[in-house]
């Protein structure tokens, strides 16, 4: 699975030419892409994945049922607006918004019982990977996820080192396979799917892909450009 994360990025019209550039993307059925558009071009990009096997997602959500929270989408939004995916825990909002897992337990339900697939994203800063405690932080950020009793069948995981994130540097495949090993290791699921996320381009994809690890890709600057992305998902299939 390849899922383009478009960040706060695209006006309305360059949302819907790179939705209709995706959706021209050429891929076997068995490889599944995504795209997460900013909220507010949901619907127009949804009009234009109509009838196509691309699926759209949400940045974000909470786990609030209807109410009062300004400013806030949940995900039975996500599902009425057309999404099948759902976002969670990236690393910009657990900086920029001091999101923790035990905030994101109740999202991660509420996305699982709306029949939608959250792609929960978890990631070591660099100075938590320079003191060697990559792996502490990241099974750290998984916990209490794992301990709150949910059934995460349906869930996708996304490893995002934050340090590669829009750095142009990604993650050694020797460290990408040894923390999507302790990570299937640790949710007890040896088909969970794990995606790689931090700097995947057309140039590094091949790499990152060689390793039977990796179940795809979260990709965040590459996928505002069609023909990158297009590269990146010939890159998947290639592997
Ligand atoms: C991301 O933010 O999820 C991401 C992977 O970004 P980039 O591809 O730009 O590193």
């Not at 009793?149 to 993650?171: K, R």
Request: one cysteine or more; proline letters at 5%; charged letters at 15%.
């Amino acid at each position: 699975m390849i899922i383009a994360n478009w960040k706060m990025n695209t006006t309305r019209s360059e949302a819907i030419a790179l939705a209709q550039d995706v959706r021209s993307i050429s891929c076997r059925p068995s490889t599944k892409i995504g795209i997460c558009p900013p909220a507010i071009w949901i619907d127009a990009v949804s009009n234009v994945l109509k009838g196509s096997p691309v699926l759209l997602g949400m940045q974000n959500c909470i786990g609030d049922p209807f109410g009062a929270q300004t400013g806030c989408i949940n995900a039975e939004m996500a599902k009425g607006a057309g999404c099948q995916l759902v976002i969670l825990g990236h690393s910009e909002r657990r900086a920029r918004f001091s999101e923790t897992t035990e905030m994101l337990v109740p999202a991660v339900a509420s996305v699982l019982e709306t029949g939608n697939i959250p792609v929960f994203c978890i990631g070591e800063t660099l100075a938590e990977r320079d003191s060697g405690r990559a792996i502490e932080a990241v099974v750290g950020q998984l916990k209490p996820l794992l301990n709150a009793g949910l059934d995460l069948d349906g869930l996708i995981i996304a490893y995002e080192p934050v340090w590669a994130i829009g750095t142009g540097h990604s993650a050694t495949v020797d460290d990408i396979c040894i923390m999507h090993r302790t990570i299937r290791a640790i949710v007890d699921r040896p088909d969970a799917l794990v995606l790689y996320g931090g700097s995947v381009s057309p140039e590094s994809a091949g790499t990152v892909f060689s390793s039977t690890e990796v179940s795809g890709a979260l990709v965040g600057g590459a996928s505002l450009n069609a023909e990158k992305f297009a590269a990146i998902v010939a890159a998947w299939e290639q592997n």
